[in-house]
């Protein structure tokens, strides 16, 4: 592990995914999925999102094409709840949904406004 | 046919496609696919693309994520090039199939730098 | 958007999801998701459902087979459904389905047969 | 190996793939692919092709909405024209493929309106 | 239908999925879905897993890595609870589902971590 | 990086991928692709390849069900060519595609097949 990349992963993962959604993940974890907590915090949130290549709402835009294309409604949920804290607005949501319709299939578009309105419903409720 | 939506479309689609490519797809276009070439003219390129509630560029990273995600070179061929033209930088392009890696894995980013490295090379050459 | 297009998208969408479910998609659309309703009544319902070159059963059939394998399962509970206002028997849903087994594999299948149960059931209280 | 259902399975394969084809495909086997030859006469050609509770243009029109949303082009364009055997016109498969993009999403309809064209040429040269 | 191998594919069926969740499969099975039933029977755990070129043990490590792929949640939990009656340690399953988390995305790795947790519980209770 | 982690991963890519491949790739890499090189080094083949709880056999193994669902030929190919590297037979690699004829649909195992015999006959000549 390279301590450097997985701390400024766990930073990210905190303020785009929520501080407390994470450490009860970590405190939760147990030596199953303890591994996966650990290679996606420094994989995924460190050696990537930590790249200052994309300023962070450009990666929520593709996190939220990608996760509809495909077809993991547990994980949009989480990045609809993560775009808002990146600082997209609803309407802009709405866009990229409305260009899911096209690309990826009405289906696809149904099911993700759908789930952006019940992560919407539970991120006021966190806020 | 909403004729208004189908030349805002029809602009659109050749500003970011390329205007021969699709003065060629209509010229070439018989009784089997016109009608192909004027839904997705008319409702993609007009229907979406044509709202004015995300810049083309944002446009071009969401499709460019997607049709990773979907696995479909052809298409994203064509959106790649159609990136550059909207204003993305390689660079950009690497961070998107960068993050494509984490999330879609990595024999999609594999096959998305391949094809991204061939459309930089015929896009010098159509330039 | 083309009104005459839209307007025959309604009728056919009322036709074969009910009456009451599309009023009250209506009737419930926010700023959010009315963009959503209206492109999917006008592009989908109006103008490929609305094409006459394909009887509706033929279309049912043909979503039953694709929302199986991209693997959409409130879409397809609610096109099983409309599959069978549009003339479709249990026995050629089922029919489909084993050949879904063939093609998309047996767990589309084994999904697609418990959903289909759950169609049924829904639709017998609804009548 | 059920004897009688390999057999029914071979001669609709050959009726709808085409003799030439799949009696080459036999005669080029080997201990490798013989297992998969066998296996794809009897279950998917035999056990389900051999009912007749579905016309063999019906499982055409599910096949061709299948093999586009699961993005196989070699198969699909052995398919296209096997439904052209079965005597689905082109103005039918157009049909398909328009829906295709409604519900798979616009990239898969292109590709399977190119592959379409391909599959006519072919099917001209090998009447 | 060949009568060995339905045979042989029901004892081995019953071995990884358990005796009393297929004898429930059959008892409650109707009209509809028992074609379904019979032809998995035969040709997934008789053709395919009867073949006994590969150990038990080595075809659920398959399985787990195609269904984290393909996206069925259902048939994976069914088949978490088959490697476990294989053999399979809950150190082994995890690093399939690390392995997945490189090539099918992180996100069907979270899917499936969450998903096998859910599996190890019932399999506690089960027994 | 953690340059333990990318030097063990580069020496398990090179034992897998063959040893000409990755020097190639390296030595190929210019500013667009190597951010990829490295990563999939570092992740792929140094923190999960790496980790000695399955053996390499077995990884291969996965791969192929995992690459055969995933519909990506590119690296299905070189990882037909990565397992008979690890130590897989001919006759193991045909089990793994008929289990996935079952699981993924026949189309996704006439497709590997093919892949399959084009991956054997450029391992001899590579050999």
Known sequence: MD???FD?????RKSVIGREFVEKAFASADDFNRPLQELVTEYCWGAVWGREELPKKTRSFLNLGMLAALNRPHELKVHVKGALR???TRDEIREVFLQVAIYCGVPAAVDSFRIAREAFAEYEKEK
């Open 86 to 88: 990146n600082g997209l």
């Open 8 to 12: 400024r992963g766990l930073e990210i």
């Open 3 to 5: 301590k450097a990349t």
